[in-house]
């Protein structure tokens, strides 16, 4: 497997476990401790996966800190306006990070590249997933070893029996 798709399915996998975390933690309201608690482990995850692969350093690693802080607010008032104004300080933060990251500059830059990595950050949030699922990840490669074939022929059974048991309990209520 290629540096690539290890990185991809790294990049996967920690998604998920994000993903259904902040799932978890921020179906509940009000927000407070639980969103710092999920953008702190978001802001760890992302330091992993930029040493992984080189885009997190130095300089970049510090951006994380307001994000950090403005996750901690939250917890801090419980003000309607101080929270839509924490997530949008969030929002501002993690576009810089992703500017930042792809080669941008932020002492130096104009509104226009502040807006173009807000841009950049949202098309990234939507079309991510198809472009990493699709595109970086080589799955023949990933899946071309006798430990993997069988993983894939258990995960599919286990998929099958739920879906039957699924469909068994709505017919046979007991």
């Not at 309201?29 to 040493?51: D, E, H, K, M, S």
Request: hydrophobic share 55%; net charge positive.
């Amino acid at each position: 497997m290629n540096h690539k798709t290890k990185l991809g399915v790294r990049i996967l996998v920690a998604a998920l476990i994000v993903g259904l975390l902040g799932d978890a933690l921020l179906r509940t309201g009000p927000w407070g401790i639980n969103a710092f608690l999920w953008v702190t482990v978001l802001a760890a995850t992302l330091v992993v996966l930029g040493r992984w692969q080189g885009a997190l350093a130095g300089s970049e690693r510090w951006l994380l800190l307001p994000v950090v802080f403005f996750a901690a607010a939250f917890a801090w008032r419980d003000s309607p306006a101080l929270k839509m104004l924490n997530v949008l300080a969030l929002l501002i933060s993690l576009s810089l990070i992703l500017l930042r990251a792809q080669g941008g500059r932020i002492l130096r830059g104009g509104l226009m590249e502040y807006v173009l990595g807000g841009v950049i950050a949202g098309l990234n949030a939507a079309l991510g997933l198809p472009l990493l699922l699709f595109g970086t990840i080589q799955w023949r490669e990933t899946f071309s070893d006798r430990l993997s074939k069988r993983t894939i022929a258990v995960a599919r059974g286990l998929l099958l029996a739920l879906m039957l048991r699924r469909s068994w309990s709505r017919r046979c209520p007991t």
